[in-house]
């Protein structure tokens, strides 16, 4: 298959700027469909809200116009829509130099053995993977449960990387569109209390990245 093939991609959400989801200021895609069922899963509406069909020309096009340093991939599970996300990264990039970190529920060993989806990991810098188990969120910055791994698969952010990812704590924040609350970031279970009972008194309209 060409990777051009696919030129769309579902997209749940975007944020054009933010540091809560990789070092410097980043450009954050929310991608729409996930094979896995994770209980207490965040992202719950990446699998059965709402999504827009995206076109990667535009998209590439308002990814390279932004002032961000690079692009966090989360979902949703990414890979599933690996081809038309390498179609992305490869029109961003004949623009502009940009880093790539996606975050996947599908282990590093479980992509490699894909001859799809392994076509999409020489392109990305940081992989953060693994499905999100409950009973292992230790409250640890940046990833939702113990056994989710940070790989370097460049050396683009091994220096900063190390020092972004060793934080003590976790950061979140809520941002307020319009009728909507976003929950941003990867929530410490106080906040993550907080966030369940604003959803709850809200109906469950808001949503959480």
């Not at 200021?25 to 896995?36: E, P």
């Not at 059965?48 to 961000?68: F, H, M, P």
């Amino acid at each position: 298959m060409s990777i051009y093939e696919k030129s769309i991609i579902r997209v749940s959400h975007v944020e054009e700027s933010t540091d809560l989801l990789g070092p410097y200021n980043r450009f954050v895609i929310w991608v729409y469909g996930c094979c896995f069922d994770c209980e207490g899963c965040l992202a719950e509406n990446t699998k059965n809200g709402t999504y827009e069909e995206v076109e990667t020309d535009a998209l590439a096009k308002r990814i390279a116009k932004s002032s961000c340093e690079g692009i966090t991939i989360s979902g949703g599970e990414p890979f599933l829509q690996s081809n038309a996300l390498l179609n992305l990264i490869i029109k961003i990039k004949e623009q502009r130099d940009i880093g790539v970190i996606v975050y996947s529920g599908f282990t590093l060993d479980e992509l490699k053995q894909d001859d799809e989806m392994s076509l999409l990991l020489p392109n990305i810098d940081i992989l953060i993977d693994g499905r999100y188990i409950k009973e292992l969120d230790d409250n640890r910055p940046y990833v939702g449960s113990s056994n989710q791994i940070i790989h370097y698969l460049s050396s683009r952010y091994t220096n900063i990387g190390k020092a972004y990812y060793g934080a003590n704590k976790r950061r979140a924040e809520i941002k307020l569109t319009g009728t909507q609350a976003i929950l941003i970031g990867v929530p410490s279970h106080n906040v993550l209390k907080t966030w369940q009972d604003i959803k709850e008194k809200s109906g469950g309209m808001n949503n959480d990245f």
